[in-house]
């Protein structure tokens, strides 16, 4: 966000939770996030909720994008099911300004990142290009002109 709007693109900020009905109501051409790291079958691990977001434009025929660095592909994970999701403190989800959110003792799941198959993606931006499925195929014969 901070990124376009200093760069003149016209830019709208949206909660998380209202995505998925800006997707529905057809106002949006394309989605574009960003990757913390890419499988070599072109899984893509973000920041939590990116899954979500790319079930709710598959859904509504919207393409999906993400714009990373080829810094980012991890050629030696073959898949996002080997990629290794960090858990982060419950506390983040289960208080609020020192108060507990519920009246009791309770399980916490708070990762920090889901993985987005890569069935889902409709290319990969890099500086190098744009990778489209088959993945393994177009991240191997990019990195292959190295």
């Known amino acids: 966000m901070w990124e376009l709007s200093a760069a003149g693109v016209p830019v709208t900020l949206i909660p998380d939770s209202a995505a998925c009905g800006l997707l529905a109501s057809g106002r949006i ?5 960003g990757a913390d790291r890419i499988a070599a079958n072109g899984d893509v691990a973000n920041k939590i909720g990116t899954f979500s977001h790319a079930v709710a434009a598959s859904r509504f025929g919207v393409p999906f994008y993400v714009a990373a660095p080829t810094s980012t592909i991890d050629i030696a994970t ?69």
């Open 78 to 146: 073959s898949d996002g099911e080997r990629i290794e999701i960090e858990n982060r403190d419950p506390d983040e989800v289960q208080q609020l300004d020192l108060r507990t959110s519920h009246p009791g003792p309770v399980e916490v799941w708070n990762p920090a990142f889901d993985v987005t198959p890569a069935e889902l993606v409709a290319g990969i931006i890099t500086e190098r290009g744009v990778l489209r499925p088959d993945f393994h195929f177009s991240i191997a014969r990019m990195l292959a002109n190295e």
């Open 29 to 33: 051409e394309a989605v574009v996030i």
